[in-house]
């Protein structure tokens, strides 16, 4: 019963920011690569940001300098602060486990239900 819960999205106008919080349960979350992923209407899933166990990320070329992501271990939390919003940053947010240090979707199983995020120009 793997369980990824995100929050934090909201609707914020262009250079706004927004944190957003991934709870997860049921796994040995330590053990597993985190990401979040992004899907705008009628467009396909897109990589954001991955870390290991240990604080290594990735991040997508369209956010560095702007997202950061980070995990607390102990709560079992993943977080994404994104900083300087721009409207084509408007999309669904997704959380994600993984066994692969990846931006690739195809590399996680298991999704939380995902937390929208509007930004308006």
């Known amino acids: 019963q793997v369980q990824l819960v995100e929050s934090g999205g909201g609707s914020v106008q262009a250079e706004g920011s927004l944190r957003l919080s991934c709870v997860a349960s049921?796994?040995?979350?330590?053990?597993?690569?985190m990401g979040w992923f992004r899907q705008a209407p009628g467009k396909g899933r897109e990589g954001v940001a991955v870390?290991?166990?240990?604080?290594?990320?990735i991040l997508a070329d369209a956010v560095k300098g702007r997202f950061t992501i980070s995990r607390d271990n102990a709560k079992n939390t993943l977080y994404l602060q994104m900083n300087n919003l721009a409207p084509e940053d408007t999309a669904m947010y997704f959380c994600?486990?993984?066994?692969?240090?990846?931006?690739?979707?195809?590399?996680?199983?298991?999704w939380g239900q995902g937390t929208q995020v509007s930004v308006s120009s």
């Open positions: 049921g796994f040995t979350y330590n053990n597993y690569y």
């Open positions: 870390i290991d166990s240990v604080g290594e990320a």
């Open positions: 994600a486990d993984g066994r692969v240090h990846g931006l690739r979707p195809d590399h996680f199983t298991y």
